[in-house]
DNA sequence: TGTACATCAGTGAACGCGCGTTCACTGATGTAC
DNA sequence: TGTACATCAGTGAACGCGCGTTCACTGATGTAC
């Protein structure tokens, strides 16, 4: 009883800490997250202005959250469905798909990847380079284990760009499901990761 | 007597629209343009708040003045220079010392152009992809004139897309001048842009 | 078991401040005749 | 040439408003004994 009311304590400060960052989404997808304001994303989570203090020290900690947590973990999906697949053209639609698949569920959070890797925020940047490399190095490992010319680091970053431009590219299409893009992103992560291929 | 005293009334004026431009840049490289206020902006160009109607409506007008003006002849330096190269190696290596002499000359404007392609501001994106959709089409049209397989058009927008990552990652580098990244941005561009080559 | 105390998430009042915008005004320059 | 009027970039005062932050408080939950 004693830790069950433990438990339900901190799940509900962990409710409203979950509901400040989707907050945060929410509103900066439509204004830039660098716009946003500590009252506004509180008022949109529902909470007192004050409030908004027991969870964060300021805004840069919540978007520094939201980077190691929703956007790390959704970084981390698309490089585990990278290595679900069987051989390599599988496994770049399994991870095309895995990108498509953020921008159907959750393109707020979508936005706020492609926006903030280049955005005015160094620490931003920074803590997204490091999730993003992760996904370079797998991609490199990945492509190099069954092919006779291994590829090159700059080529899995390379590829990892052309990824994340895929992303913002969905988020512009008016018509989500439209399969031309995806075919599209397959042809240039392909083209940069195995230029030795030829039909 | 009559029209030189004209063109100096108009001269100041926009001495002082430029300006604001240039403050614009200034700040948003530190904080990010949709940080910026009205009067943070006209502060820094040296003009009573006011003053600034006198220029722009609005902050995102003077956004779209940046794009269309400093960002737009950027971009059409680059496409440039990739004509003037003699045959396909030369060109590319042009393609990206215009665009490293931009983050060298004037980081702001990179940070910009980078930031606002994958911003929240739908005009700035809208407006940007515009301006970076003619120059994949001279790099498709460079490209395939010279040799047997024609580049498709989703290469040459991969290539852009490349190149503003090269853009992206020179600007977070310590030391500028470091010839490291102008040869891998080179390599992956290459092997986008012809793939049928080897050695 | 009950009692007394500690912890801590959420709150409302209050603060000083900078914001965007309006308005009427100044003064230099351009135009008409 | 001079004179009278029009234009228009820049300005300072003023407005109401939302901001970030502080503070002391409430009340539910956890802990000690």
Same mark, same amino acid.
């Given at each position: 009883m004693v830790f069950r009311a433990s438990l339900e304590k901190k799940e509900e400060k962990e409710r409203i800490r979950a509901e400040l960052m989707r907050a945060a989404l929410r509103l900066g997808a439509a204004?830039?997250? #660098?716009? @946003? !304001?500590l009252r506004e994303v509180a008022r949109e989570a529902g909470?007192? %202005?004050?409030?908004f203090y027991r969870h964060f020290a300021d805004m840069e900690e919540l978007g520094m959250a939201i980077i190691r947590e929703l956007a790390g973990s959704s970084l981390r999906g698309w490089g585990e469905r990278l290595g679900d697949a069987a051989d390599g053209g599988e496994r770049l639609a399994a991870l095309v798909d895995a990108m498509l698949a953020t921008v159907a569920r959750d393109a707020e959070l979508a936005r706020f990847i492609v926006a903030e890797r280049? !955005?005015?925020?160094d620490t931003f940047r920074a803590l997204l380079r490091a999730e993003l490399s992760q996904l370079a190095s797998q991609l490199q490992s990945v492509f190099t284990g069954k092919g006779a010319e291994p590829v090159p680091p700059w080529a899995a970053d390379a590829a990892v760009a052309l990824l994340c431009d895929g992303c913002a590219r969905a988020l512009d299409? #008016?018509? %989500? !499901? @439209?399969?031309g893009l995806r075919l599209l992103v397959i042809s240039a992560l392909r083209r940069m990761l195995s230029p030795g291929e030829r039909p």
């Open positions: 204004h830039g997250f #660098a716009s @946003l !304001g909470i007192a %202005p004050t409030s280049v !955005g005015a925020f299409e #008016a018509k %989500p !499901g @439209l399969p």
